[in-house]
C-alpha cells in the first residue's frame, strides 16, 4: 500500500514552461517533505512544510501544503534543465508509526533545452 | 565536512552470500536510516534506529539486520542474500530534539548510495 501517491509519474517539458506536481494521501500527515534527487546521488531535502495550508518558496519553486495536511504540491515556474531530476515527496508523523518518513513514488522530471 | 558515508559504491553477490553495507555520520545525529530504492517504487524504509543501541524495523526488514553501538554507525546486515534484495540502498541521517515528529528546521541527508546485485 503507497501511503502518498504522486502525480504526474514522468513530465518531460521544454526550458521555459511552468509545471505543477502534487502529492496526495488519505491520511494526515504533521509533516511533508520534498526532495530532488539526481542520478547516482542520494535525494537532497528542498522544503519542510508543518502547517495545513503553508506555502514556501524558494527562488522559481512554490510549495504548497494542504489545509487538511493530507496534500501537497510543488511548483516550478520557467523550468531550467537544471530542475531535472526525481522529485520525491516524504510524510511524517502518521499516527502511531512517529519517527518515520513514508516516501512517494516520486515524479521523474526532464526539461529540455 | 563528510556528512553521510556508505560503502561499498556497487557490488555483487551470489545468491546466498552475505555482505556488510557500511554508514557513517560525523554530524552527531541521533536518528539513523535506512531505505531501499526500487525503481518506479520510491524509497521504502528497512530499519531505523533514534540513537546509539536502539532500533526499530521499518516498512520492509525481512531478510536485513541492523546494529547501533555507536552514535556515527549504522551497518546493514544482508543474510543469505536473494534476487529481491537487487536495489541501491540509501542510509541517512538526521538530528532530532526529544521528539518523533519532525520540525521544520529538521533535515534528512542521504548517503550517495550503494548499488547492490545479487545474481
Known amino acids: 500500500t503507497q501511503l502518498l501517491e504522486q502525480s504526474p509519474q514522468f513530465l518531460s517539458i521544454q526550458e521555459g514552461e511552468n509545471l505543477t506536481v502534487y502529492c496526495n494521501s488519505s491520511s494526515v500527515f504533521s509533516s511533508l517533505q520534498w526532495y530532488r534527487q539526481e542520478p547516482g546521488e542520494g535525494p537532497v531535502l528542498l522544503v519542510t512544510?508543518?502547517?495545513?495550508?503553508e506555502v514556501k518558496k524558494l527562488k522559481r519553486l512554490t510549495f504548497q501544503f494542504g489545509d487538511a495536511r493530507k496534500d501537497s504540491s510543488l511548483h516550478i515556474t520557467a523550468a531550467q534543465p537544471g530542475d531535472t531530476g526525481l522529485y520525491l515527496c516524504?510524510?511524517?508523523?502518521?499516527?502511531?508509526?512517529?519517527?518515520?518518513?513514508?516516501f512517494g513514488r516520486g515524479t521523474q522530471l526532464t526539461v529540455w533545452p | 565536512n563528510a556528512g553521510v558515508t556508505q560503502t561499498p559504491k556497487f557490488r555483487i553477490l551470489k545468491i546466498g552470500q552475505s555482505m556488510t553495507l557500511q554508514c557513517t555520520q560525523d554530524m552527531n545525529h541521533n536518528y539513523m536510516y535506512w531505505y531501499r530504492q526500487d525503481p518506479g517504487m520510491g524509497l521504502k524504509l528497512i530499519y531505523y534506529s533514534v540513537g546509539a543501541g536502539i532500533t526499530d524495523k521499518g516498512e520492509v526488514p525481512n531478510g536485513y539486520n541492523v546494529s547501533r553501538s555507536t552514535t556515527e554507525d549504522f551497518p546493514l546486515r544482508l543474510e543469505l542474500a536473494a534476487p529481491s534484495q537487487t536495489s541501491v540502498y540509501f542510509c541517512?541521517?538526521?538530528?532530532?530534539?526529544?521528539?518523533?515528529?519532525?520540525?521544520?528546521?529538521?533535515?534528512?541527508?542521504f548517503g550517495s548510495g550503494t548499488q547492490l546485485s545479487v545474481l
Open positions: 512544510v508543518v502547517t495545513g495550508g
Open positions: 516524504a510524510g511524517g508523523g502518521l499516527g502511531s508509526t512517529l519517527g518515520r518518513l513514508y
Open positions: 541517512a541521517s538526521s538530528y532530532r530534539q526529544d521528539s518523533y515528529l519532525p520540525s521544520t528546521n529538521e533535515k534528512l541527508f
